[in-house]
């Protein structure tokens, strides 16, 4: 049992590390100016870590799954994602590349038993712990490399713009944010060093990165956690916990309105172009009316607009590896269909809790996550944000958030001020 429970924790966190995408900057041997997609065609030796974690996660999971010391259970948000998968699946039939679809259907699926198994055989306070710990192994990881060794810790032709161990700047600044979010929003009781560093470490990498969906999460998310954790009690929490997800929620769609109705608008010190932007969304768009209904196939953008991508570039005027806008690539990908699909995830995250410390792990991860959304695809894919998405709705189901959610016994449901900001 013990040595089970050390492979499932070593493929559980091999997954994450997978998720960030920043192996690729180690094969690329540095920075590197674009998306990385040159690099795909060629063989390297660090191909070969992504089939033997999934063939070896794969094995533990059929273990886990079928030995009697483990009683798993199917619960509403398993069937919400065999629902997504299984639509993922269906679209190959109308997909240009029905092998992508396929491997995304197949990814989520792995992120999410992986997930469950490792909650499993794992004590939920501790395994949040490790989390916390897994935070601040890659950003240290991603400050030496920036300070020690710029040609892979810093953006490609600079000097000042932070990109870390991750292959662009956005990586690391929107890691960092999430990283910010488990560390002022933990239910868990951990040092204040502890967590006065990873905030303090994240911070930084935020503003090294100068990755403006980060620092637009940091401040938004700080500001929203101040307000509901000093001024908001936990019943008030819980009146108004859908709307308050919900809302955030809308923030998905702030840059594609802003970016239409004020073109001119400075945010930042940029234009409401979004960096080009608004570009790629105008001609995604016109994609998305050709299927509404039930989309293009998942995982389809690279296939169909990077490797043979001459409409796009003719249309766009420059190459990008995604749509850079969550709603967009959703609704681009599995249409109206796979909209309603996914839209659970906004129950799974406002759920009835006994701690107000619970609920807001809930609430803030959710603002981050549908901001970082805005301005990049990471609702639906083998990604860093999905992972933590995932871990975080299992999190909060009731068998896990009992182990450190429950409510302290000074804890009552008046309002009174967070121990973190005080």
Not at 257 to 271: E, N, R, Y
Not at 367 to 378: D, R
Request: hydrophobic letters at 50%; charged letters at 10%.
């Amino acid at each position: 049992m013990k040595y089970y429970k050390a492979a499932v924790s070593v493929c559980f966190f091999t997954m994450l590390y997978l998720t960030t995408g920043s192996i690729e900057l180690f094969k690329a041997g540095g920075a590197q100016t674009a998306t990385y997609d040159a690099i795909a065609s060629s063989t390297h030796p660090l191909d070969y870590i992504k089939p033997l974690w999934t063939g070896f996660s794969l094995i533990l999971i059929i273990i886990g799954l079928t030995s009697s010391k483990f009683k798993i259970s199917i619960n509403r948000t398993d069937k919400w994602i065999a629902t997504l998968s299984a639509f993922i699946i269906v679209s190959a039939l109308w997909s240009v590349d029905p092998g992508a679809s396929i491997k995304t259907a197949f990814a989520l699926l792995l992120i999410a038993a992986l997930t469950k198994l490792y909650l499993q055989v794992n004590n939920t306070s501790k395994a949040y712990k490790s989390l916390l710990n897994f935070f601040i192994t890659l950003e240290l990881a991603s400050l030496i490399l920036f300070t020690l060794l710029p040609s892979y810790g810093a953006a490609y032709g600079t000097t000042d713009v932070a990109q870390g161990i991750f292959t662009q700047k956005n990586g690391l600044g929107n890691f960092s944010l999430l990283a910010y979010t488990f560390f002022i929003a933990s239910p868990v009781k951990i040092s204040n060093i502890k967590k006065y560093s990873g905030v303090i470490l994240s911070i930084t990498l935020i503003l090294l990165s100068q990755s403006t969906t980060a620092i637009i999460g940091l401040l938004i998310s700080t500001t929203c956690f101040i307000l509901l954790s000093s001024g908001a009690s936990l019943r008030q929490l819980l009146r108004y916990r859908k709307v308050i997800v919900y809302s955030s929620a809308v923030t998905i769609a702030v840059p594609l309105i802003l970016s239409a109705i004020l073109p001119a608008f400075p945010i930042l010190g940029k234009d409401a172009t979004f960096t080009g932007r608004v570009f790629i969304w105008n001609f995604i768009t016109g994609k998305i009316f050709e299927n509404p209904l039930i989309g293009h196939g998942a995982g389809q953008f690279r296939s169909t607009f990077v490797n043979a991508g001459t409409e796009f570039i003719k249309n766009v005027g420059f190459q990008v590896g995604s749509t850079h806008n969550g709603l967009l690539d959703l609704v681009y990908s599995l249409g109206i269909v796979g909209l309603i699909l996914y839209f659970p995830v906004l129950k799974f995250l406002s759920p009835q809790a006994e701690s107000k410390s619970g609920l807001l792990l809930g609430i803030i991860f959710a603002m981050s996550f549908f901001i970082t959304n805005s301005l990049e695809s990471l609702l639906l894919s083998f990604n860093i944000w999905f992972a933590f998405l995932i871990v975080t709705i299992n999190l909060m189901l009731p068998h896990n958030s009992k182990n450190f959610l429950a409510p302290h016994k000074h804890e009552n449901h008046t309002a009174k001020k967070s121990n973190f900001f005080v």
